[in-house]
T-cell receptor, first 120, second 116 residues
Framework: DTGVSQNPRHKITKRGQNVTFRCDPI?????LYWYRQTLGQGPEFLTY????????KSRLLSDRFSAERPKGSFSTLEIQRTEQGDSAMYLC??????????????????FGEGSWLTVV | AQTVTQSQPEMSVQEAETVTLSCTYD???????LFWYKQPPSRQMILVIRQEAYKQQNATENRFSVNFQKAAKSFSLKISDSQLGDAAMYFC?????????????FGTGTRLKVLA
């Protein structure tokens, strides 16, 4: 499977707990993105990486949120001290300037299936 | 800052008919990409079609085509011969090529219902 992979797909947690999501991008994609999506809304940009460097962070990304991409491969998104307002789907996407063979066009982001977070 | 607006929260189309979804965007740049993504219920977001702003020719992909009006900053999606499987949320997105950011900005989406 050469698509973007996210896990866990679903997470229910109690308010105040920490959660971590993992994203494995399409192999050789150097850019990786995190978005948040709530029901009936479009994806909201959170942050993106080029290789291991985190190049941009949204103001939506409070200090309780942290993302890493060690070695420029997979990425993790951690939410500390979760709040009910954090309940959403967290989408990961990846892209490359030049597409790997057989994987579509460059400068197009390809999404994973998302990780649903419910904070109770 | 770039913004993307989809003014139609919901649209309906009869099976086999044609429907057009609207999208407008705001940017001060001349070079950028525009995209339409489809998100079926509880399923993955997938690319439908994309347009490079420097290309005057409208992109087409089988039953999907766009009407790109650069001066008007309009980017509509036309779906011909609608099928039940086209029912989904459709999101318009913009990505700058010259502002130094690689982020993609999405609209709020249009829910498309296909009636049998």
């Amino acid at each position: 499977d050469t698509g973007v992979s996210q896990n866990p797909r679903h997470k229910i947690t109690k308010r105040g707990q920490n959660v971590t999501f993992r994203c494995d991008p399409i192999s050789e994609h150097n850019r990786l993105y995190w978005y948040r999506q709530t029901l009936g809304q479009g994806p909201e940009f959170l942050t993106y990486f080029q290789n291991e460097a985190q190049l941009e962070k949204s103001r939506l990304l409070s200090d309780r949120f942290s993302a890493e991409r060690p070695k420029g491969s997979f990425s993790t998104l951690e939410i500390q001290r979760t709040e009910q307002g954090d309940s959403a789907m967290y989408l990961c996407a990846s892209s490359s300037y030049l597409p790997p063979p057989g994987q579509g066009t460059g400068n197009t982001i390809y999404f994973g299936e998302g990780s649903w977070l419910t904070v109770v | 800052a770039q913004t993307v607006t989809q003014s139609q929260p919901e649209m309906s189309v009869q099976e086999a008919e044609t429907v057009t979804l609207s999208c407008t965007y705001d940017t001060s740049e001349s070079d950028y990409y525009l995209f339409w993504y489809k998100q079926p219920p509880s399923r993955q977001m997938i690319l439908v079609i994309r347009q490079e702003a420097y290309k005057q020719q409208n992109a087409t992909e089988n039953r999907f085509s766009v009407n790109f009006q650069k001066a008007a900053k309009s980017f509509s999606l036309k779906i011909s011969d609608s099928q039940l499987g086209d029912a989904a949320m459709y999101f318009c997105a913009h990505r700058s090529l010259t502002s130094g950011t690689y982020k993609y900005i999405f609209g709020t989406g249009t829910r498309l219902k296909v009636l049998a």
